[in-house]
């Protein structure tokens, strides 16, 4: 079992948005559990729909009456609300096999604490005035060679306007319905569509950018931070 739900970036451009978020799953119909609302701990009560994989290791292994520490995917509705899609679960008391001899056990909790959120993509659009922040992020391609459609992250926070269209790395923190900007990192510029000479054109509509695609976590059995303060760069 990995000893953290969330991977390491494996490229410099690799999209990804997940997350961790501890609540009590609620289903809509208990004998499908595949839709449902997530309560969590601060009285949000998140959409959810739960992917299939994860299915299986809920009817067998979990108590869905306790509250969990769910590894998800992020998406934003319309109304800027939080909808997620539940992946995984990071509990290796109760899912963990045997551990290797001399290996201490892997804690339940993380470091980073419950409601964080990693949220790597290009910065599409940001209003520093307002504090908000839009985020496009691709996907893998499906097995079929197909790419499914980008989608949009909404977040709270302040980027400064000069880094519109480069790629960035943000950490965020869920409060109640949406997710704040802890700190970000611009990553690179990138290159835009439409342009002569391949060269990036700042502002404008929205276009696309060219790197590689996010990666997922591993099996949901292995399992795998709110509202805006001003941010800053980290450290080198």
Known sequence: MRPHPIPPVSEPLQYRAIGLV??????QDP??????TLRTSDGST???VVLGRLLTLMRRHLDI??????VVYPRSREDKTLHLQLMGVWEPSTLSRSEEPGEPPLSDTLPEG???FSIRGELIFTRPESGDVV??????????????TPFKVNLSGTIPLDHLRHFVSIEGRRQGQQIGID????????P??????GKPRRGGGERRGGAKPESRPGPAGAGPRGHGRAVTRPRP
Do not use: C, M
């Not at 700190?183 to 990138?190: D, N, Q, S």
């Open 135 to 148: 985020v496009k992020v691709r996907q893998l391609p499906r097995a079929d060679g197909s790419r499914p």
């Open 31 to 36: 004998d499908q559990p595949t839709r449902g």
């Open 22 to 27: 501890r609540g009590v799953f609620d289903p």
């Open 192 to 197: 835009q569509r439409g342009n002569r000479g």
């Open 183 to 190: 700190r970000f990192e611009v990553i690179a510029e990138l």
């Open 114 to 116: 419950d409601d964080y």
């Open 46 to 48: 998140l959409e959810v």
């Open 65 to 70: 009456s306790q509250p969990h520490l769910w």
